[in-house]
């Protein structure tokens, strides 16, 4: 997980999950509708999950 990509996640949470894939894009832009600091937070966690790497 690059530094680009943390603040990425604090700043769009969708746009920094973008390759992760679509189920993970939907996921992290319904909960950043609903607060955004889940956005962020469901982010970071798929971020910093290595299985992608």
């Known amino acids: 997980m690059s530094l680009w990509r943390v603040i990425l996640s604090i700043l769009f949470p969708p746009l920094?999950?973008?390759?992760?894939?679509?189920?993970?894009?939907?996921?992290?832009?319904?909960?950043?509708?609903?607060?955004w600091v889940p956005g962020v937070i469901a982010a970071l966690i798929i971020l910093n999950n290595n299985k992608h790497s």
């Not at 189920?23 to 832009?29: D, F």
């Open 16 to 35: 920094a999950v973008i390759d992760r894939g679509c189920g993970s894009i939907l996921i992290v832009l319904i909960l950043t509708l609903l607060g």
